[in-house]
Structures are given as C-alpha cells and as structure tokens.
C-alpha cells in the first residue's frame, strides 16, 4: 500500500466532484494501517533528530497524515447529524415557551457556538457544497453534497438566529 495509490483511490471516489460520507468512511477504514504507519514514521529521517526539519515537514507521509486527520474531522462531525435531527424536532416542542427555549440553547451551546462553529462560518461557501478546504494533494478537493448534512444545517440555522441575540449571549 502505497501513499500516491491511496490517494489516487480517493480521487477517484468522487462523483460529480464531491464524495459522499460513506465513501470518505469507506477510504478512512481501508487505510488506517497506512495512517498509523505514517503517524509513527514521518519524522524519522529528520536532519535534526527529534526535531521536525523542513524535508520531514513537507513529505508525503506528513502530508497523508494531515490528510487523513483533515477527513476523520469531516466524518466526525457527520456523526451528529442523527443527534441534531432530535434536537430540530426537540426545539418545535420548546419554541414557543422562552424558558425551555432558553434551556435547549444552553444545552446545545458548545456544539453550536464552538464545535460546529468553523463548519458554518468557513465551509458553507457554496449553496450546495460542503467545502472543508482540504488541499494537501494536486486535484483534491474535498466537497460533500450538502444532503449529507442536512440536520446539521438546519439545526446550525436556527441555532445561529437564536442563539447571538439571546439574553445567553447579552449577559455575558
Ligand atoms: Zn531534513
């Protein structure tokens, strides 16, 4: 197992320029091994011993291992969709009654004004594309329908409209 043809394996998992998250799992699972491998091993021929110098910094195992982690964030994240599905259906129950609503937006905090944070800001730049900017190798890119995260950003919309004007936030 080479780095250049699991990479090659992953571009060609693509449809229409974008991956589905199942294929992204499928390829995570299919070379693991080759992650750890690059993990433990990329600075071993290092002109300074322990130290990173700029060969180690910019080898291919490096660069695989910045890859990987980069998608392994991507199917991270996906896995909240089902748990934001319930939280949408949560807050129709608690939207009209400002104390529930105050609770749920207390509840939900860290994912939506932390975790998920950079998701909305930087990767939502096109309509209906996911873009998580990973570029480490010629002809990447990686781009997830936005079907895939539908809980995700609709959950993210109306926390978002709540959430920066609530007394949570003022009193702060
Ligand atoms: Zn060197």
């Given at each position: 197992m080479s780095i250049?043809?699991?990479?090659?394996e992953f571009r060609d998992l693509a449809k229409k320029k974008s991956y589905t998250i199942a294929k992204i799992n499928w390829w995570l699972l299919k070379y693991y091994?080759?992650?750890k491998y690059c993990k433990d091993n990329w600075n071993t021929?290092?002109?300074f011993r322990e130290l990173p110098c700029s060969h180690t910094m910019g080898s291919e195992e490096n660069k695989f291992v910045d890859f990987y982690k980069s998608l392994e964030k991507v199917a991270d994240l996906h896995k909240k969709e089902p748990y934001f599905l319930e939280q949408l259906q949560l807050f129709e129950k608690v939207r009209d009654d400002p104390s529930a609503l105050i609770k749920w937006l207390l509840h939900n905090e860290k994912l939506g004004a932390e975790d998920f944070l950079i998701f909305w800001i930087e990767w939502m730049e096109e309509e209906d594309l996911v873009n998580p900017g990973i570029n480490f190798f010629p002809n990447i890119e990686v781009k997830i329908l936005v079907k895939e995260f539908e809980?995700?950003?609709q959950f993210m919309e109306v926390f978002n409209?709540?959430?920066w004007?609530?007394?949570i936030v003022k009193e702060r």
């Open positions: 250049q043809s699991s990479i090659t091994d080759l992650y021929c290092s002109c809980s995700t950003i409209e709540l959430y004007t609530s007394d």
